[in-house]
């Protein structure tokens, strides 16, 4: 049985005016670790909060552990455990105290479900009488996963979890995350980093409310169909204004310290045709170009251009 | 319901945790109880007093030493003419001004009638009309003794006699203390609770709680009973100060301010759940909790009485629940009156928490 089923799941917000979620039909199985991509304002945080059922869906229904999302919304509560992007803790109650509630109003306690929180609590502990709104940003994540986890739920809803979080805590917190899965916990996670999607089984890349592609990390780079080249010069602004202009190129955005082109599909423009008009036609000095291979960035991109 | 405990403990702990309300929770009622009601009073004293005496005689000279020898008035100039005494008033440096003529006592001796001029500072209302009304006794008094001397019979032959029933000596202090006690309900069991709810939303923990299999009744039953626990603490706490300090409630049955004070705390929890339930920041719930306060407290009777107010105003009354509590409170306190009494302010409170907690629990969605 699928731990998540969804089928053309639609919110709308401000009387329809803005549509969050525009028609997600998803299956996640159980004990997967399902990622979902996407920039801010593609509706993640929207679906979350459909899944947790703290929002009723327009249209469309879904299916927690087999649990229809309205109708059985009281059990979907007490088996799935939801981490908001924003720090949802009491601040002014400590790490303990914040614990033991959690455990206390899942009729559990903390030394039963030990097991499950052991690694990543045993960070927390020197901190256990700290106040939760003194923890630093990682040690405030490793709380609230601590507490959506306190329950043992059977699928987790991780809302950017990473978000706000350095690069070391953030590798960790995918680390643990590998860990839980172990524990055969299904585990839904968003992300506005595209470089966490390869740590996913399966992934779906988010814009505008829709799914613009599902698959694995892999198969979702192999179905890169176009050719990418990076490219960098002198006058890097200039350089990627001039090259828009060129025919035959699809997309030019800047990627870290270079740009990415993909060129379009059925284009006869070669390396050196573009080289040539912009050393000769636009006069850039020290261009160096050279083929490249996807990320999940750049497939992204791809995919999102495709949507439009 | 077994959440339910665990919500109220963590209430209990949070509030503990709080660096500031345990204080306020103490320092709050013992300033209101201690200091106010001798501040906030409407007794006029110390009438300042400009005295025109234009017939520089022994019989106003007389009249002038009754009205220093009560303790309303301070003589504080004598001026020889009216311009004169205005200047002062206009200074601020007194409010009323008494204007002897010439001729007094040569008209009194003759049996001609006298007219004394009273003008009053009215910028403060109170302190004007009162004034004046203090002025016009000693001077009423003053004649009928001045006649009485001449061996007259006055000319109105009947003697006045007034008595204060339930508060024998105006003490405005038995008016008040029964308010603030209400005041205090008002602010500890209609906002505490109401920015504790709108703070969890704030913070987001509401949507965490919200995931749990916590219920919603639960989780307001928490915010309910810890604060209207405290809020009767707290009452109780004020009104044994007010019976100690200030001698209200000699004869009132205690009972039957408890069961107003809980039927009230009951409809202030109700309107604040109400306000948090569409307020989606604390400066929303602030404002609106402030517009609901202040008409409890200007047209509930609270501080000014309902039956001064013009008469839509007064018709108005009847939907504001504090007017009934009002009423109880001060009929227990100084009346001593009971449940037989005031049956009908008992049942319209009763109505109205039922209403307003209907409404409020109809419109708390858990699920949007």
Known sequence: MAAIQTNQLVKTFNAGKVSAVNGISLTVEAGELFGIIGPDGAGKTTLFRLLTTLLKPDSGSATIDGLDMVKDYKQIRSRVGYMPGRFSLYPDLTVIENLSFYASVFGTTIQQKYELIKDIYCRLEPFADRKAGKLSGGMKQKLALCCALIHAPSVLFLDEPTTGVDPSSRREFWDMLAKLKTHGITILVSTAYMDEASRCNRLAMMNNGRFIGIGTPQTIVNEFDKTLLAIRGDEMYRLLNDVRNIEGIEECYTFGDVHHIRLQKDTNLKMTDIEQILVHQYHHTNVKMEPCQPTMEDCFMNASKKER | ?368
């Open chain 2, 1 to 368: 319901m077994a959440a339910l405990k665990y919500l109220l403990i963590k209430e209990v702990k949070q509030f503990k945790a709080n660096p500031f309300l345990p204080r306020l929770a103490v320092v709050f009622p013992l300033m209101v109880m201690l200091v106010m009601p001798w501040i906030a009073t409407m007794d006029v004293k110390d009438v300042n007093l400009s005295v025109v005496d234009q017939d520089r005689s022994s019989t106003s000279e007389k009249l002038i030493k009754q009205i220093e020898a009560s303790h309303y008035f301070h003589l504080k100039t004598l001026n020889i003419t009216y311009e004169e005494a205005l200047v002062e008033v206009e200074k601020g440096k007194s409010d009323l001004i008494m204007q002897i003529p010439q001729g007094m006592e040569r008209d009194w001796v003759n049996g001609q009638p006298v007219e004394i001029f009273i003008a009053a500072n009215a910028v403060n209302s109170t302190k004007g009309s009162m004034g004046s009304g203090y002025l016009n006794n000693i001077i009423s008094d003053f004649s009928t003794e001045l006649s009485r001397q001449k061996g007259e019979v006055a000319a109105f032959p009947v003697k006045l006699s007034t008595q204060f029933l339930y508060n024998s000596h105006l003490n405005y202090r038995y008016f008040m203390v029964p308010a603030l006690l209400i005041v205090i309900l008002i602010a500890l069991c209609g906002f505490l609770p109401t920015f504790n709810i709108v703070t969890e939303k704030e913070n987001g923990t509401i949507e965490q709680i919200n995931v749990t299999p916590v219920g919603k009744g639960e989780f307001i039953a928490s915010k309910l009973i810890f604060y209207g626990v405290l809020g009767l603490f707290i009452f109780t706490v004020a009104f044994f100060i007010g019976k100690s300090v200030y001698h209200i409630a000699p004869y009132g049955n205690i009972g039957v301010i408890y069961a107003g004070a809980v039927l009230f705390l009951l409809f202030m929890a109700a309107i604040g759940l109400f306000i948090s339930n569409f307020s989606i920041t604390l400066q929303q719930a602030v404002f609106t909790m402030f517009f609901f306060m202040m008409t409890f407290m200007l047209l509930s009777g609270i501080f000014t009485p309902i039956n001064s107010m013009v008469t839509w105003a007064q018709y108005f009354t009847y939907i504001l629940p504090p007017r009934y509590f009002v009423n109880i409170m001060r009929s227990v306190c100084l009346k001593g009156s009971g449940f037989a009494d005031l049956w009908f302010d008992f049942l319209m409170l009763f109505i109205f928490m039922a209403i307003m907690s209907v409404i409020a629990v109809v419109t708390y969605r858990k699920q949007q």
